[in-house]
């Protein structure tokens, strides 16, 4: 019997990430990728084809060891992130450096480490983005300007690495943690109605990855409609 194709999906442990890992379950064999080891643990027992990757993305030493057991990868996902949002005048070094460090640099040294095996399987790389990496709009500096150098990054790939499929997703404000803390920083009320379901953004995710061979989805945007 052929093997499942394999994915390896950072941020799994909950929000998009687990969305994510949800949707692929079905067609992929998925490395979950978080730090909250219960968590993990409690999606792979939902999901039969799934294994826990607890790895802090910010350690290069325990990104070396994980990586190393990784000889074929179809789909990279890359959905970790964090979100430290404040105003350029009110922001501190450590607002950019977090960022920054979760954002792009986790982002680009999970995927260099992981170059071989996705070449060999001419692969995926899917990196979750924002409509912030889009727009930079008052008080979304540090985040913005870490979702535009991703986006930078994954431009790059796709040009350098060109029997690769590599993807941009762009969603909106998407009803996870993330949001709740966004919006009680913004000293706002929380109505998930007026977000995007993480199930929404993973649908792309699956469409871009069961995309037929010759198709590449580049860029995928979403936005929250109003639908009351
Ligand atoms: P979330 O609910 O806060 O989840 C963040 C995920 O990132 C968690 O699984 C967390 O794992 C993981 N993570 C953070 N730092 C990590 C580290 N150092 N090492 C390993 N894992 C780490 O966020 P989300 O809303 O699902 O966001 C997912 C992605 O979508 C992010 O890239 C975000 O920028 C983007 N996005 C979100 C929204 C939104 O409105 N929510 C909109 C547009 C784009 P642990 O908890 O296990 O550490």
């Known amino acids: 019997m052929t093997e499942l194709p394999l994915a390896l999906v950072t941020g799994a442990s909950r929000g998009i990430g687990a969305a994510i890992a949800h949707a692929l379950a079905p067609t992929h064999r998925v490395l979950l990728g978080g730090r909250d080891a219960e968590a993990l643990a409690k999606t792979a027992a939902e999901l039969p084809n799934s294994t ?86 008052p008080g979304w500096g540090p985040y913005a300007a870490s979702k535009f150098a991703v986006r930078a990054f994954a431009d790059s790939l796709r040009e350098e690495e060109q029997a690769l499929r590599v993807t941009s997703v762009y969603p909106g404000r998407t009803d996870t943690e993330m949001q709740q803390a966004i919006v009680a920083g913004e000293g706002n009320d929380y109505d998930p109605g007026r977000y995007l379901r993480p199930e929404s953004v993973a649908a792309a995710v699956r469409t871009a990855v069961t995309a037929s061979p010759e198709a590449h989805l580049t860029e995928v945007v979403l936005r929250p409609r109003v639908t009351r």
Not at 70 to 88: F, N, P, Q, Y
Not at 113 to 129: E, S
């Open 52 to 137: 826990p990757w607890p790895v802090d993305l910010t350690d290069p030493e325990a990104l070396d060891r994980a990586a190393a057991d990784i000889g074929e990868l179809d789909v990279l996902v890359h959905s970790a992130g964090v979100a430290r949002i404040a105003t350029v005048a009110d922001s501190t070094a450590q607002d950019w450096r977090d960022n920054f460090e979760v954002n792009v640099l986790a982002v680009v040294e999970i995927t260099r480490r992981l170059l071989p095996a996705l070449r060999t399987a001419k692969g995926h790389v899917v990196v979750i983005n924002s409509g912030a990496g889009q727009n930079a709009r």
